[in-house]
């Protein structure tokens, strides 16, 4: 075993001095009990790192402990230990040890010893996907480079804030409001947001917009996840994705019930115990997997506020998860066994109480309630219980709503979500979202008048910050187009007035050298200072006379500077000529087609007409729009005429060198999935 002693013994002195006797003591209980050398080593090295020491020196130390440490080495593995209490930074955050996945779908958290201290105050990590655990030896070159290979095609989203030194996050509040300070959000090595502010009052509509690639999409994401660090735990947020509720059997109420994560948790372990009550090795592996689920949130639970709290309450509440990591599945296993309980006595203990927390939750209403919502949206009855990969996009995107109406979150994050409705599921979705007043909204949407109907205030993302103007859509562009015209009448006027200064500072100067007058040289002196004081605003933006007191810190200039804003870039794209054709007749006839879906009961080929009759010619240089509801055969039309279906009745001719480009409206999930780059 390596004491903190023995470290320190081969530390030089100097590095010894810059470490305080917190970090020492932090340190002693990091690699307690450890007799590996290269585990102590991954362990100190950020901190000796810290205090100015080199790797040549890191290494030399390391070797001298490697040698003093071959007499003691044992087979003791590395216990639990505690990880480094949150600085008092304003930007600290750690990683948080991650769920690992059971044989029987439980969920397992990390040990605490499994969580690396950060090395950084200013840019800590989020939570990751994958568990992290010491490696018993540091990594050849070319393990490194895989790893590094590895991580360059899945880049790491990081999200988090700033974190008060008592970490208010993790005390449960009634208050729904949203008020993060210097929000940061990388997508590997890429900056979406840095040091902004995230503001979402509880139950305003809000409206982002921003350029395509700007990072909203992304900012949802870790919203609606809760990966972003900082962000309160008991705001319920639900996202509603550009890709949710993509190709799966299951059916299509399910898919709705099983969008509240907590119902669907307590209603698996209904399922599974009630099935297991006739065989006693069954019924004894379900207990196991209940007792495993709630004893390992617990403990996960534990571990996030160890690792969050910082001072004195970081470190009670480092104990605390130190502790259930120890003790929390078998305190848990001694309550449901006390008095001699067989396992059917468990059991029916254990159905108690998940149904009395169904009970408190109305969830034996949950199915009606779910139909209830498909119905208002246009799903039909018989539609409910086929499974969803049977819907087309437009369909999907209904159930995908219906989810987000089902949970009732605090905060509903919708990410283009008119994609694929048509105008009458556009209308509903307006009025509903409009009606809703307890619900805090943040929508992003590229529809303008669909923005103008559910905002109240717009969120705008550009260069990496976020900025909130009042009103919907056209009201925030006409102050903004008010705004801007504002700084160029500004910026005009301020520069004919420099120049006029300018060209009487030089005039006088001329004069002042011909005939050598010291008293005009220092009128000319003053005029400079006056030149410079000229350079930004003289008003501040409430129409107050500047000063100087106004503007704190070390600026290099007098004043702020007038800073006009940048045009953004338009998007300019083309599509290619195509190649003439040696007919010049039309490039796509159909005649007389009719085309017919099998059915899903009764499996005949024809049983479910979309499409009949239909005769239609396309020439070279039409533009032909598709209009119709969902579902009434738009996509199979286009199908048809690609080629990638074939009509039941009718004949489809073609021009033999014919080309045909398809952008489907399932396109981006299927790029969302390649690995590849655009290139």
Not at 80 to 88: E, T
Not at 514 to 537: E, I
Not at 587 to 593: D, E, G, M, N, T
Request: with cysteine; hydrophobic share 40%.
């Amino acid at each position: 075993m390596v004491s903190i002693n023995a470290l320190l013994a081969v530390v030089p002195d100097a590095i010894k001095g810059a470490m305080d006797q917190d970090t020492l003591e932090y340190l002693g209980d990091v690699i307690a009990d450890e007799s590996d050398p290269a585990a102590v080593r991954e362990a100190a090295e950020p901190f000796l790192v810290d205090a100015g020491m080199s790797e040549s020196e890191l290494d030399a130390m390391f070797s001298k402990l490697s040698i003093g440490a071959t007499n003691d080495a044992s087979s003791v593995t590395s216990s639990s230990s505690l990880p480094p209490s949150a600085p008092d930074a304003p930007a600290a955050a750690a990683k948080l040890p991650q769920p690992l996945a059971l044989k029987d779908g439980a969920c397992k958290p990390a040990s605490m010893s499994e969580a690396k201290p950060s090395t950084s105050s200013q840019k800590p990590a989020a939570p990751v996907s994958q568990p992290e655990t010491a490696p018993s030896k540091r990594p050849a070159s070319g393990a490194k480079k895989k790893a590094k290979a590895a991580a360059m095609s899945t880049p790491q989203v990081q999200a988090y804030s700033q974190q008060s030194r008592f970490h208010m996050e993790t005390v449960t509040t009634l208050s729904k409001d949203v008020d993060l300070k210097n929000v940061n959000v990388t997508v590997g090595d890429h900056e979406l947001l840095v040091d902004t502010r995230l503001w979402l009052k509880a139950g305003c509509h809000y409206g982002m917009v921003g350029r395509n690639g700007a990072g909203k999409s992304t900012l949802l994401s870790v919203i609606g996840n809760k990966t972003l660090v900082g962000f309160p735990e008991n705001i319920r947020t639900l996202y509603v994705q550009q890709l949710d509720v993509l190709d799966t059997d299951i059916s299509v109420v399910d898919a709705v019930l099983a969008a509240d994560s907590e119902l669907q948790k307590r209603m698996d372990d209904i399922k599974a115990i009630e099935r297991a009550l006739q065989s006693p090795k069954a019924l004894k592996e379900a207990i196991d997997a209940y007792i495993d689920r709630v004893g390992n949130e617990r403990i996960f639970l534990a571990q996030k506020t160890a690792i969050l709290r910082s001072g004195r309450r970081g470190k009670s509440a480092r104990a605390a998860a130190l502790k259930a990591e120890q003790t929390m599945l078998s305190s848990i296993r001694s309550e449901l066994y006390s008095n001699g309980k067989t396992d059917a006595d468990v059991a029916a203990d254990i159905l108690t109480t998940l149904y009395a927390q169904l009970d408190e939750t109305d969830a034996h209403s949950a199915e009606a309630q779910a139909r209830a919502i498909l119905s208002s949206l246009g799903v039909a009855e018989e539609q409910q219980d086929k499974p969803v990969s049977l819907l087309s996009g437009g369909w999907r995107m209904r159930v995908a709503l219906a989810k987000a109406m089902f949970v009732k979150p605090d905060i509903m994050l919708l990410d283009e979500c008119t994609n694929h409705l048509d105008l009458a599921a556009i209308a509903w979705l307006q009025d509903y979202l409009v009606a809703l007043e307890d619900i805090t909204i943040v929508c992003v949407s590229h529809d303008r008048d669909f923005l103008n109907a559910v905002s109240e205030e717009i969120i705008r993302l550009k260069d990496k910050q976020l900025s909130y103007h009042p009103g919907n859509y056209d009201e925030y562009e006409q102050t903004e187009d008010e705004l801007r015209k504002k700084k160029e009448r500004q910026y005009a006027s301020l520069e004919r007035r420099r120049e006029h200064v300018k060209k009487s500072i030089d005039n006088f100067m001329k004069h002042a050298r011909s005939t050598n007058d010291s008293k005009v040289l220092g009128q000319m002196a003053s005029r400079k200072k006056k030149l410079d004081r000229m350079a930004g605003l003289d008003k501040t933006e409430d129409g107050k006379r500047f000063k100087i007191s106004y503007w704190a810190g070390f600026h290099d200039t007098m004043r702020p500077e007038l800073k006009l804003e940048r045009a953004e870039k338009e998007v300019d794209f083309s599509i290619p000529q195509p190649e003439a054709m040696r007919n010049s007749g039309p490039l796509i006839s159909l005649k007389s087609i009719s085309f017919a879906y099998p059915s899903s009961d009764s499996g005949k080929p024809g049983s479910q007409a979309v499409l009949n009759d239909i005769t239609m010619s396309i020439m070279m240089g039409d533009h032909i729009a598709l209009l119709g509801l969902n579902g009434c055969g738009k996509s199979t039309l286009v199908n048809i005429i690609k080629g990638d279906l074939k009509p039941t009745k009718g004949a489809v001719e073609q021009q033999a060198r014919l080309r045909i480009g398809h952008y489907t409206q399932h396109f981006v999930d299927e790029l969302s999935g390649e690995q590849e780059s655009g290139l």
